[in-house]
């Protein structure tokens, strides 16, 4: 492949990785991580609703990493409720969990960045080996990739296994039960899943530039090692 070929895949790597890096920054900040619905189960139970009844005790709840909104439905109509992670939630939520998800983030921020300057710089550059050159490249968008999917494990876990929906919903509520309804992963977490994957796809960008993965050994090399066993 010529060097003009490489430096257009480099370039587009590296404009991709940027693009990353400000949708991580983006989604960091936003409260679409999850959107759903709660139930209020007490209040259903008190009126004894059932069928299209039970909608008016669905409300909403939507959240990010630092705050949210719920709408509670108790038959009453909407009651909008703004909250905050910190310093609100601090007893509620599996705080080392989440802190540990707003950590990652941030890392992967950093290490996309990173990985954006490596890629510009082997484009237009003049890299040498080791970590400045192809090694390099491999290795940030190995971590990068690794940091996303750490970010997305973490976050179900603390959602699905945690119900983190349901420790929001009955927060501060002490006559009225909530339970989750519904809940969906909302555009910033798929953010998150888009840059993992665009990471990914660089490693096989930078095959494409025609560069071996790390640590895989050439053919002559292993014919080389084969010949001097003989002797």
Same mark, same amino acid.
């Given at each position: ?13 590296? /404009? ?78 599996? /705080? ?34 080791? /970590? ?72 096989? /960008? ?26």
């Amino acid at each position: 492949m010529s060097s003009r070929q490489k430096k257009v895949i480099f370039g587009v790597a590296g /404009l991709f990785s940027f693009a990353c890096a400000l949708g991580v920054l983006a989604a960091t900040g936003m409260q679409s991580w999850i959107k759903g619905t709660i139930f209020c189960q007490t209040g259903a139970l008190l009126v004894n609703a059932s069928g299209q009844e039970l909608e008016k005790f669905i409300g909403e709840i939507q959240y990010g990493l630092f705050s949210g909104e719920r709408v509670r439905q108790c038959g009453l109509g909407g009651r909008p409720f703004q909250f905050s992670f910190f310093p609100d939630l601090l007893k509620v939520i599996p /705080l080392s969990i989440h802190v540990s998800v707003i950590l990652f983030s941030i890392i992967l921020t950093v290490f996309t960045m990173v990985a954006t300057a490596f890629f510009l710089f082997n484009a237009f550059g003049k890299p040498y080996e080791t /970590l400045h050159g192809p090694t390099g490249l491999y290795f940030w968008s190995f971590i990068s990739c690794t940091c996303g999917c750490l970010v997305m494990v973490l976050f179900a876990s603390e959602v699905k296994i945690h119900r983190l929906s349901e420790k929001i919903a009955n927060y501060k509520e002490g006559t009225y039960i909530y339970l989750t309804h519904s809940e969906n992963y909302a555009g910033s977490f798929w953010v998150i899943f888009i840059c993992s994957f665009v990471h990914f796809l660089n490693g096989f /960008l930078i095959r494409l530039a025609g560069f071996r993965f790390p640590f895989a050994k050439s053919k002559d090399s292993a014919t080389t090692g084969a010949v001097d066993l003989m002797y």
